[in-house]
């Protein structure tokens, strides 16, 4: 049998691997949108270094351009009620200001809800085949 201490040694390296190996992005972030922990999924999609988010260089804030702030808004609305917010389309502006839009979802975490949990995907391949689909129907 596990003591406690190996039980969560256990479990937090179950938790780094998932993140890790995840096929999305997974960040996590201070309320006023420093983003201090990401997988290399979510660094490639904005297309920043790990050297630029240790250098807590990052935040989510100023990637979003402005007129996807009003749906942050409303999703930290509601997270604030209900812990997480469903997910939503928005775009990140990349390292190199190109734009790449995603599909994000969040969770609050901590005993204050200080923090956000972050899951992203990047959509491009379906934002193509929806404007290809629109191109042949018109």
């Known amino acids: 049998m596990l003591d406690e201490t190996e039980r969560l040694r256990r479990s937090e390296a179950r938790f780094e691997a998932f993140v890790k190996h995840a096929p ?15 997988n290399d999924v979510y660094l490639e999609m904005i297309g920043y270094s790990r050297a630029e988010l240790e250098a807590g260089t990052i935040r989510w804030d100023v990637i979003t351009p402005a007129e996807h702030l009003p749906a942050d808004a409303r999703a930290i609305e509601e997270a604030e009620r209900t812990g997480r917010c469903h997910a939503y389309e928005k775009e990140y502006y990349r390292r190199d200001g190109t734009r790449v839009p995603i599909l994000v979802g969040f969770a609050f975490v901590g005993d204050d809800n200080g923090e956000a949990l972050a899951f992203t995907i990047e959509v491009t391949a379906q934002k193509a085949a929806e404007a290809e689909i629109r191109r042949l129907n018109s």
Do not use: K, L, Q, V
Not at 24 to 38: L, P, V, Y
């Open 24 to 38: 999305i992005g997974i960040a996590s972030s201070h309320r006023d949108g420093r983003i201090f922990e990401a």
